[in-house]
């Protein structure tokens, strides 16, 4: 289960309602932060959220909006005197921008807080255990631009009733026997596959920032039960995104369906347009759609 806060929603040009994009995914213990545009840290605080056991941030590409927040996040930090290393994972211009925006204002290697970078590649970035965080190239102007997808794997669970029924006790037997290992009970062996219901469960979260163009992204995409992608023009003004690398609403919600996901969450919303226009674009081709707001939390 992934429990996710919008931060920041806005396309370049924050509003009163809107901060710079970012984005916290929370998930068995563990909070990871998606983009850190300007006044990120402002948003954690009035989400209720905090910085408590924040120590990685995903960048989606290297445009300033969505890496802006990052001096002032860490300048806090060094405040409150975190002892925790905060690791960076972008793409090789990514950290190299962030690596000379924090040098240009605390001198190399200097920063408020302890700091690691990470190129991504395509693949797997994070094996949490109970999630893996995976990434994945996406096309947006002249930037190394990545998605993201979050994942926790389907589960087995013991049937009670085919517990019973061979005589399994409460206890150590039943925990070898969800672990995956043969047990033996009265000089006969029970296998796992005696007692194991079919897979159940797990999640899988898709995170899209600029792009534009899905082309290519199906596969990373398909089945999810949540995707996050821009959505920063309407169909009128399809040229316009694509001279600015961006989506449509009527382009996102057509991924979407095609892609069979099973909830779509728009962002990155553009001031030029009311919520309700956007809104009513994207359901026409994909009812599952949503806006997202400053502070919307959605779990997965």
Request: charged share 20%; aromatic share 6%.
């Amino acid at each position: 289960m992934f429990a996710l806060t919008f931060l920041g929603t806005s396309a370049s040009v924050p509003s009163a309602e809107r901060n710079h994009p970012a984005l916290l995914v929370e998930a068995a213990g563990k909070r990871v932060l998606v983009d850190c545009g300007e006044g990120t840290q402002r948003q954690l605080l009035r989400s209720g959220a905090g910085f408590r056991r924040l120590d990685r941030i995903l960048l989606t590409h290297a445009h300033l909006d969505h890496v802006l927040g990052i001096p002032g996040l860490f300048s806090t930090l060094g405040l409150r005197q975190t002892s925790e290393a905060m690791t960076i994972h972008g793409g090789e211009g990514t950290l190299d921008l962030v690596t000379r925006m924090l040098a240009g204002l605390w001198g190399a290697g200097r920063a408020p807080i302890a700091v690691e970078f990470a190129a991504l590649t395509e693949g797997q970035v994070i094996d949490a255990g109970e999630f893996t965080i995976g990434c994945f190239p996406v096309r947006h102007r002249d930037t190394d631009s990545f998605g993201f997808v979050f994942q926790s794997p389907a589960r087995r669970h013991l049937r009670p009733d085919r517990l019973i029924a061979l005589g399994v006790p409460d206890g150590p037997l039943r925990g070898e026997l969800a672990a995956g290992r043969p047990i033996v009970l009265a000089n006969r062996t029970i296998d796992p596959e005696d007692v194991l219901g079919p897979p159940s469960g797990g999640s899988k979260l898709v995170v899209i920032g600029d792009t534009e163009t899905t082309e290519g992204l199906s596969q990373y995409v398909a089945g999810a039960d949540t995707l996050v992608i821009e959505a920063t023009f309407l169909d009128r003004d399809a040229p316009t995104a694509r001279s600015y690398g961006h989506l449509t609403a009527a382009e996102a919600a057509s991924f979407a369906a095609t892609n069979k996901v099973g909830q779509l969450v728009l962002t990155h919303m553009s001031g030029r347009y009311e919520d309700a226009e956007i809104l009513a674009e994207a359901a026409g081709i994909f009812p599952n759609t949503r806006i997202a707001a400053d502070f919307d939390r959605i779990v997965v």
